[in-house]
């Protein structure tokens, strides 16, 4: 296979990655029928991410390494949320105001 046609299977391959992520939100969706996020929406966003900046490197685009770049902080980050153990932070969730902060 000549490099120019992998690299071209490389790009769609990332695409597809990229957006099964908005089929397995769906069909999640769809099953609980409600609107959610499941994790595994982060994970495809994830590799799709990271191949589909591999191809824009290859293609040396500016503008889309930029964007796939910004896409992976945040798909990381969120995932990094996701993976902190539920009791932490918990305490932020629920405020009592303590005596001397209510207001008469």
């Given at each position: 296979?000549?490099?120019s046609?992998?690299w071209?299977?490389?790009?769609f391959?990332g695409?597809?990655?990229?957006?099964?992520r908005?089929v397995?939100?769906w069909l999640?969706?769809?099953?609980?029928r409600?609107s959610?996020t499941?994790?595994a929406?982060w994970y495809?966003?994830?590799?799709g991410g990271?191949?589909?900046l591999?191809?824009?490197?290859?293609r040396?685009?500016?503008?889309f390494?930029?964007?796939q770049a910004?896409g992976?902080?945040i798909?990381?980050?969120?995932?990094?949320?996701?993976s902190?153990?539920?009791h932490?932070?918990?305490e932020?969730?629920?405020h009592?105001p303590?005596?001397?902060s209510?207001?008469?």
């Open positions: 296979m000549e490099s046609n992998l071209l299977v490389i790009g391959f695409q597809s990655l990229f957006s099964a908005f397995v939100q999640v969706s769809e099953k609980r409600k959610v499941p994790i929406f495809f966003s994830l590799a990271v191949v589909l591999a191809y824009a490197v290859h040396r685009d500016t503008v390494i930029v964007g910004t992976l902080i798909y990381a980050r969120n995932l990094m949320l996701i902190r153990p539920r932490e932070g918990a932020e969730l629920v009592t303590s005596p001397e209510a207001e008469i």
